[in-house]
């Protein structure tokens, strides 16, 4: 930026010069706005595992990882602006947290030959690489979540859910949409009825949709919301005294900060989850002696072992993974956006991988290919302890019900190859 | 001094109603067009286009059309943010289903729409007036955003809901999608911005444009010497949605590509362009480019100096901003309620007497 304007000074349209030194990492957080709660977490672990490998290994293969953080505030035009701002840095993945940005970044990125991994979140059909060859959402997408959540109802209720009522209250955007389709392919399935509820952005304003909820009796409650929303619907679920075994969250509704507020109402809220909880890991010994103790903690240090911190940890140990590969692909240290994305699409994560890096057990094990980037959706499920104030995986990372998904995103990523003449690759 | 007057005469009606009577103001607007036009198309890049210079133009239409409504006419809006949406979304509907006509047809129409739709939400202003009139178009921009929400055949049935432009051209050269050279993105807004303002500007200082202001300083004492209040308010809300709509299809077809009818087009860019046509200076074109460029570029610039060169945390450069920028709009109402525009008007008369004040 600093050169940019530089250069337009000199009157010469020269592109900004990467720094070809630091293996660069933008992090489109935000730490500000109705949905900071969830930023600032996720933002702190991501930066913190990239300071941990600097301090602890010498960076990357010996090449020092940088993050450029530059705040979004959950809001796309800002996530344009540092889009365009850091490209030019020689930035290697984008992770923005952002079903919107995601959309955005997506024709982008393909454009600039940049990666794009949306862990969990952004466009599903994405998983098909064939048709989206830069974006990349393993190890989980929202389909996978969606059918985890009805897959472990299932399991709760013997295998039929014919003539239950199960309701989704969730984010009136393009992110809590995504699971609708799903669950209504999932609902045809296995008999269950489904009643969508949609709550307005940000989503502090939620009595009447509580209201139908207590008028509608429904046997479950799925939530698919981020930010204030996650803490009022908890909130007013305790309110309206539904029981909090039968209401569960998607992986973004499911942190400390959503189920505090309502105290020792909250006991027993659940949330599928594509990562382990918790901070009895190994490698948050390595984090508090080489990062936090050493005050070189991201943000305030305050979250370490948190939900989101954990996933954002978890999404930089995925990048600097992939980062790793693409080192070992091409032979070199200093790699571009373009061999990042090789060693994404190469990406194979392991046990025993996951031991060596201190986080055994920490998430599923799966391997990336050309045609499959959304990895094997394995979905796990997490309960809140309101006593202890913990969150507890009480499920291991079960499969989900790949016929009906896979079916969905071949149509889906169809429509949009047709939409925009892409040719299917990996062939 | 710098704008002298002596020599500079004026032989016919023509030359003396022009908009830039001084021969060196004359000289600046053509020299800013040469550079905006001839030179700035060659040194752009992806940066300065998509987080600068697009945002400028866009918002700057959508502030000319606010300000016809607000400035002009007197007829408070909140539902800039709404027509805007009214804009992208036809013209998303028009890109689909005629993928070979040109974009700029497509624009055009999608401008003509929003006018239509402007008008249908204008109709309460031949019976209400003031804050009532605020509240109905406050009623426009959350029935838009829900309708768009509601309603799939809009978003042409994708899952999520949004709305994403697909590759096209005009005259064979990209200018929606990834690969749109920044150039033609940036000349395509630069030109409907020159058109809308060129229109604008005659607009106003004719017959229309005086019964629009007639309207708005006394409408009871317009109506008596002539002006037909049911003309003048409608047309106003027409050209107004007609160069709203325009800058909401380029806001989602050539800047953003993707859209979100509630994040993007929300209560907040209803406040976001009228907050620009206030600092701007209320009947003022010039006050739609200073308000647009005063809060477009003020965070950016805020940014670039708080994080990349004292490297500060981001969260703390984004809460000042909000301060900053704040701060900044109370200082500038209260030193000069009348905006950018007269406080430009103030500097050039002090230039005009400059070195002898009275």
């Not at chain 1, 030194?21 to 957080?29: G, H, R, T, W, Y």
């Not at chain 1, 702190?44 to 990357?60: A, K, P, Q, S």
């Not at chain 1, 295998?159 to 009522?165: A, C, I, N």
């Not at chain 1, 984090?287 to 991201?298: E, F, L, P, R, T």
Request: overall charge negative; hydrophobic content about 45%.
């Amino acid at each position: 930026m600093k050169k940019t304007l530089t250069t337009l000074v000199l009157g010469t349209a020269m592109a900004a010069g990467p720094a070809m030194a630091d293996l660069v990492f933008p992090d489109l957080s935000y730490r500000t706005g109705p949905y900071a709660a969830g930023g600032i977490p996720f933002s702190d672990g991501y930066n913190d595992y990239f300071t941990l490998l600097n301090e602890r290994d010498g960076g990357i293969g010996g090449v020092t990882a940088k993050v450029i953080e530059c705040e979004t505030g959950y809001n796309t035009e800002k996530g344009v602006e540092c889009y365009e701002s850091t490209k030019g840095q020689g930035a290697l993945v984008y992770q923005p947290l952002s079903t919107g940005i995601t959309y955005q970044l997506i024709p982008k990125v393909t454009a600039d030959n940049i990666p794009l991994h949306t862990m969990g979140y952004g466009r599903t059909s994405a998983a098909n690489g064939e048709v989206f060859s830069h974006v990349f959402n393993y190890p989980a997408n929202y389909w996978n979540g969606a059918s985890g959540v009805i897959n472990y109802l299932l399991e709760e209720n013997g295998g039929d859910l014919k003539g239950k009522k199960i309701a989704l209250i969730y984010h009136n955007s393009a992110y809590g949409k995504e699971p609708i389709r799903t669950l209504e392919e999932l609902s045809e399935k296995h008999g269950f009825e489904l009643v969508a509820l949609p709550v307005d952005h940000p989503g502090q304003e939620q009595k009447s949709q509580w209201l139908q909820i207590r008028r509608e009796r429904p046997d479950t409650v799925v939530m698919w919301g981020w930010g204030v929303m996650n803490q009022v619907a908890i909130q007013e679920a305790a309110n309206i005294r539904f029981p909090m075994e039968n209401f569960i969250g998607v992986w973004w509704s499911g942190a400390e900060h959503d189920v505090m507020p309502a105290g020792a109402k909250a006991d027993g809220y659940k949330a599928v989850t594509f990562h382990n909880v918790g901070r009895d890991f190994p490698v948050f010994d390595d984090i508090q002696k080489y990062v936090v103790d050493a005050g070189k903690a991201a943000g305030a240090g305050d979250q370490v072992g948190n939900v989101l911190y954990n996933r954002g940890m978890y999404a930089a140990m995925l990048a600097a993974e992939a980062a790793k590969t693409a080192q070992e692909i091409h032979g070199t240290k200093e790699i571009t956006a373009a061999m990042m994305r090789d060693g994404m699409e190469a990406l194979v994560i392991d046990e025993a991988k996951m031991e060596s890096l201190g986080m055994p057990n920490f998430g599923p094990t799966f391997s990336v290919s050309c045609d499959n980037h959304g990895g094997p959706g394995l979905v796990g499920v997490t309960q809140w302890d309101a006593e202890s104030k913990t969150w507890s995986l009480i499920s291991d990372f079960k499969p989900s019900d790949t016929e009906v998904i896979g079916k969905l995103v071949e149509e889906d990523s169809g429509a949009y190859a047709a939409e925009n003449k892409i040719e299917p690759r990996c062939n | 001094m710098f704008y002298r007057e002596a020599g500079d005469f004026k032989t016919s009606y023509a030359d003396d109603s022009q908009t830039f009577p001084i021969k060196f103001d004359r000289v600046r607007y053509y020299a800013v067009l040469a550079v905006a036009f001839g030179i700035i198309p060659f040194l752009i890049n992806d940066y300065w286009a998509n987080a600068i210079l697009l945002p400028f133009l866009i918002y700057s239409i959508a502030a000319i059309g606010l300000n016809i409504l607000v400035g002009y006419c007197g007829q408070v809006s909140l539902g800039t943010g709404g027509f805007m949406a009214v804009g992208a979304y036809a013209c998303y509907k028009l890109m689909t289903a005629f993928p070979e006509v040109s974009m700029f047809i497509h624009v055009l129409l999608a401008g003509g729409i929003t006018a239509v739709v402007c008008v249908a939400f204008g109709l309460p202003s031949l019976r209400i007036k003031g804050f009532y009139l605020a509240v109905a178009t406050l009623a426009a921009q959350f029935f838009l955003v829900w309708l768009f929400n509601r309603v799939p055949w809009f978003y042409n049935y994708s899952a999520s809901g949004q709305i994403n432009a697909p590759e096209r051209d005009t005259f064979g050269i990209l200018i929606t999608g990834p690969n749109a050279p920044a150039w033609a993105t940036y000349l395509f807004c630069l030109i409907f911005l020159a058109f809308c303002a060129l229109v604008a500007r005659n607009l106003t200082r004719g017959t229309v444009g005086r019964s629009w202001m007639a309207i708005r300083d006394m409408d009871i004492a317009a109506e008596i010497i002539g002006v037909n209040p049911l003309k003048a308010k409608l047309t106003a809300f027409a050209v107004s949605g007609f160069f709203i709509g325009i800058s909401g299809a380029l806001f989602f077809a050539v800047y953003l590509g993707a859209v979100e009818v509630g994040e993007a087009f929300g209560i907040s860019k209803s406040f976001l362009v009228l907050f620009m046509v206030i600092i701007g200076g209320l009947g003022s074109i010039f006050g739609s480019f200073a308000g647009a460029a005063f809060l477009v570029l003020l965070p950016v610039i805020l940014k670039v100096v708080g994080v990349d060169l004292l490297n500060w945390p981001t969260d703390i450069v984004a809460h000042f901003q909000l301060v900053i920028v704040g701060a900044l709009i109370i200082v500038f109402l209260i030193a000069e309620p009348h905006g950018m525009a007269q406080l430009w008007r103030v500097a050039k008369e002090k230039l005009r007497l400059w070195p002898f004040p009275h």
